[in-house]
């Protein structure tokens, strides 16, 4: 394959790349790629993901000051999510299930979450029914 061509294909995929546009509506649902930026406190806090008939798909990412807080994943109605302390160790993680009924939605904890201090040390579990704690091995929740 000559330079050029290849040269051609890098500029029409670096131009096909750009032209995705973010935080897009479509008969009035969000749709495709969305970036949320809000200032807080000690600087940003900036969540990236995908929509797909205004329901979150895929893997999302939430930042704060360029540090990965927290990822969630969506699939079928349950966002399994992992949070991180500020030095990347996870802080915490679980799922969260959606409930739709005719009126409005809602994400309840569900089940297990698993906890762990600032050096990735098990602190013990928080047990979860429709948003509501059940049981714990938690002596405190820092």
């Not at 969000?30 to 995908?50: E, H």
């Not at 500020?86 to 005719?102: A, D, P, T, V, W």
């Amino acid at each position: 394959m000559s330079v050029i061509r290849i040269l051609s294909l890098l500029l029409i995929c670096t131009c096909l790349l750009s032209s995705c546009k973010t935080n897009q509506r479509k008969n009035g649902e969000k749709t495709g790629r969305w970036i949320y930026k809000d200032q807080v406190s000690d600087g940003f806090l900036i969540s990236k993901g995908r929509y797909k008939n205004d329901f979150e798909k895929g893997t999302w990412r939430e930042y704060s000051n360029k540090k990965l807080v927290s990822k969630k994943r969506y699939k079928n109605g349950i966002c399994y999510t992992t949070d991180y302390h500020l030095n990347g160790k996870k802080m915490s993680e679980g799922i969260s299930k959606l409930e739709i009924n005719s009126t409005n939605m809602h994400w309840f904890l569900s089940g297990e979450w698993k906890f762990y201090d600032e050096n990735g040390t098990f602190l013990g579990s928080q047990f979860y029914k429709r948003g509501t704690p059940i049981a714990t091995t938690l002596d405190t929740l820092n």
